[in-house]
Each structure stands twice: as C-alpha cells, then as structure tokens.
C-alpha cells in the first residue's frame, strides 16, 4: 500500500499527475467500474486522495458520499482501502457516510481492529516521526509531507505501507512486527541496503538488515 505524503503536483510529472487524477476523477464520479480497472492496474494506490486535493478524499471516502452500493464498497475493503483513513478535515469514510445518510453502510465502515498497536499507540507514531524527521528531516523542510498515521496499520493481519520522500530518492518502508513497529529507510543512492530500525513508545534504535541471506549452492 501507498502512503500519499506529497501534496505538491509539480513534484510529480505530467504522465504521473494524469494518472492519479484519472483516478480521483472515477471515484468523484462514482465510476466504479473504471475505478475497479485502474485499480487492477495499480492496486497500490487505493488509498491515495488527488495530488493537490484539499478535502484528501480517497476511492472509500468518495463511496461513502455518494452512498455506493454495498457491493462497491465491500470490493475497495477487498482491495485493501483504509476504513481509519482521516481526510484532511479529520472525517473517516464512515463519518462522511453518516453525515450523508448512508445508514446502509454504516456497519461496513466501522473501522475494525485486526491487530493492536503497542500501547501507548499515541507515543509509538510520536516517536516513528521522530525518527523520520531526525533521519530525513531536511527533505520535510524542502517540501511538504503529510507524515502518515500508524492506524491503517491495525486493519490487517500483514499491512505494509510505503511511501514516497521527494529528495531522498527512495522512502519509509514500515509494519507493525510482534511488539514493535519495523521501519527501513531506502534510496536508490544507498550502497547497500539502507537503514532499520525498531520502534517503540520508548524510543528507537537502529538495528541490522532483516533480510535474509540466500543459501549456499548445493554441493557437487
């Protein structure tokens, strides 16, 4: 999944900019089928608003308004759309669609907690800014990135969410592990592997790359 950190549509180029709003544009138009075709292209971007947008709706948030059908609605859950996901005034998919009228899919909307943060969950996202903002804070100076919420994380058994950090020419990789939050700092300037680290609501601490090496060849 993808985390839509940047606001700016300059930073983007043309071909990009058109996908996205090609996007936003069947969503805002309750063009389900279209959207579902997008999406099975690009099945990464379900919860990414317009590039540039101020009201930060996603494909769930523009169901909710215009009251889809259950079936549509059960089909972006399917394809991993975030039910905790806030556009930037604050409202969920469920608040719009209560707000609407849309009783229909209240219960669809409720956001549903698969897995539990490390508690105190507010302290955890505190101290994963933190980091990225001691690791790559001079890219947030440049730019504007709306930094991402921990929520989403709790609505799957295995989410992981990327997202892009215009400078650093890579971005934050991150999952909820059995007791902490697994973040992993790339580029594609990196000589080896970038940076991990684990998180806590204590604190943060870099630790070595997870990944596995391949096993030897077999013997003659």
């Not at 540039?52 to 215009?66: E, K, T, V």
Request: hydrophobic share 35%; glycine share 8%.
């Amino acid at each position: 999944m993808e985390w839509g950190a940047l606001t700016d549509r300059e930073r983007f180029n043309e071909w990009y900019r058109k996908e996205r709003d090609r996007l936003s544009d069947m969503a805002r138009d309750a063009d389900w089928s279209g959207l579902f075709e997008e999406l099975g292209k690009h099945p990464e971007r379900v919860n990414l608003p317009r590039i540039g947008n101020r009201s930060g709706f996603a494909p769930l948030h523009q169901a909710a308004w215009h009251g889809a059908d259950f079936a549509v609605v059960s089909r972006l859950l399917a394809h991993g759309a975030w039910r905790t996901q806030r556009a930037r005034d604050g409202r969920r998919a469920v608040d719009v669609a209560r707000q609407q009228g849309h009783t229909h899919l209240l219960d669809l909307l409720e956001p549903v907690v698969v897995r539990r943060l490390p508690s105190p969950p507010e302290m955890l996202e505190h101290r994963f800014h933190s980091l990225l903002w001691e690791r790559v804070g001079p890219c947030f100076e440049e730019t504007e990135h709306l930094l991402p919420p921990l929520a989403p994380l709790t609505e799957g058994p295995a989410v992981e969410i990327v997202f892009t950090v215009f400078g650093l020419m890579g971005g934050v990789t991150y999952r909820l592990e059995e007791n902490h939050l697994y973040v992993h700092i790339h580029s594609r300037m990196d000589a080896d592997d970038g940076e991990h680290y684990r998180v806590t609501p204590e604190g943060w601490s870099k630790i070595a790359s997870p990944r596995v090496p391949p096993p030897p060849p077999p013997a003659p």
